[in-house]
């Protein structure tokens, strides 16, 4: 049993399968969330592309956390090529489907990503969902627009 002096200066909550701990009341804002289970983190993706290289190819990479330990994840990309003409009432575009595993701590780097633009027409939307093998899901999306 802890003395009555520290059982006063720490507060415990428990809300949304977070830890929140603080060393008094007045400092619940500023309190630590610290993660109970494995699954309480929501999924979240990040996504970077750079700009076209001199061949019009663009590199992106996605990386994730979030996501159950040692998952297997099913990572859909949808590009859209937004300068383009519309070809039958739809944008062109193209779908890529990859897979990734998740480390000890939930999280994942896929490699890159490359796709070729159009001279002058490089403007593009990407969107990116990834679903975990547990049901665990998350989606992220980019647009970039040629200047």
Request: charged residues 15%; positive net charge; contains cysteine.
């Amino acid at each position: 049993m802890l003395p009555l002096s520290l059982t006063r200066g720490i507060l415990a909550a428990l809300t949304a399968g977070a830890l929140l701990v603080a060393t008094s009341k007045t400092d619940i804002a500023g309190a630590c969330a610290l993660s109970t289970a494995p699954s309480a983190a929501r999924p979240v993706l990040r996504l970077h592309c750079g700009i076209p290289n001199r061949q019009e190819i663009v590199t992106c990479l996605l990386s994730g956390r979030g996501f159950h330990p040692h998952e297997r994840v099913h990572i859909t990309y949808r590009l859209t090529f937004t300068a383009l003409p519309r070809v039958h009432g739809h944008l062109p575009g193209k779908v890529y489907s990859r897979a990734a595993v998740t480390n000890r701590k939930g999280a994942f780097q896929r490699p890159p990503l490359r796709f070729t633009v159009v001279k002058y027409q490089e403007s593009f939307r990407l969107v990116v969902a990834a679903v975990g093998a547990a049901g665990d899901r998350a989606t992220i999306g980019l647009e970039s627009i040629a200047q």
